[in-house]
């Protein structure tokens, strides 16, 4: 699990900017093959920072990346992180998170002229869907491990802007990408959320993923959801058809 925080952790370090995430990083020095033949103009490379000099890196982070990545420092924080290694990821958290929350939720990129990616994406700025859940259980996890204040004040800003505390329902188109990301935040969120309102909201959420998944056999998403509702209806037959997919 160390080994693993380091190597997630040294995509914001080998940036040189606080908070700023790669997407990826090699070893090596000048134009990677993508560069060489210009395969994508999406893709963005740099020359790592500092110590990391002898490393290439990509650029261009999306939303998935900050998500994916907090996400999993908020379960190395909780249930593996010990001594240095806690302060090392409660700092990566930190910088990770108030990269977008003190720019107005904006992943700006290396060069700050090109366009930033918004973090909600294209929302009617009050209906509660799937990346806007990523942002909440960021700012949560954020809060959790580090006690600022300011991401405190974002969690409670979305929870109230997106009308979270006493929603009814969930629905969203089937995505396994967004379900993965949404599962494994859930994890975390049952775990550190202590509001009654808000648990009952988030097991909603779960509900409306599970309503889409259930026959998939997908063996995270049937773990997540088992062990937050041990006593869920189906229970044997999912399991077995997770097991058997893994």
């Known amino acids: ?50 110590e990391f000099s002898g490393l290439r890196w990509r650029g261009d982070p999306s939303h998935h990346n900050y998500s994916d990545s907090i996400h999993g420092l908020g379960q190395y924080y909780d249930l593996a992180a010990e001594g240095d290694m806690k302060d090392r990821c409660r700092e990566a958290i930190d910088a990770l998170v108030g990269y977008w929350a003190d720019n107005d939720l904006l992943i700006h990129k290396l060069d700050m002229a090109r366009q930033p990616t918004v973090l909600l994406g294209f929302t009617d700025n009050k209906t509660l869907d799937t990346r806007v859940l990523m942002a909440i259980a960021g700012a949560k996890v954020a809060h959790h491990a580090t006690g600022n204040p300011k991401y405190e004040a974002v969690y409670n800003r979305l929870l109230e802007q997106f009308g979270v505390r006493g929603l009814e329902t969930f629905k969203t188109e089937k995505d396994f990408d967004d379900a993965e990301h949404v599962f494994c935040h859930l994890e975390n969120l049952f775990r550190i959320e202590k509001d009654p309102e808000l648990l009952a909201a988030y097991r909603k959420v779960l509900e409306g993923l599970w309503a889409n998944h259930k026959n998939d056999a997908q063996s995270l998403f049937t773990y997540i959801y088992m062990s937050l509702t041990p006593d869920a209806p189906g229970r044997e037959k999912a399991l077995e058809e997770a097991l058997f997919s893994l």
Request: aromatic share 12%; net charge negative; charged share 30%.
């Open 1 to 50: 699990a160390d080994d693993l925080f380091e190597a997630v952790y040294r995509c914001q370090l080998v940036t040189g900017r606080r908070g700023l995430q790669a997407r990826g990083y090699a070893i090596g020095h000048g134009p990677s093959y993508e560069e060489r033949w210009d395969d994508s103009t999406r893709d963005e490379w740099h020359q790592g920072a500092g």
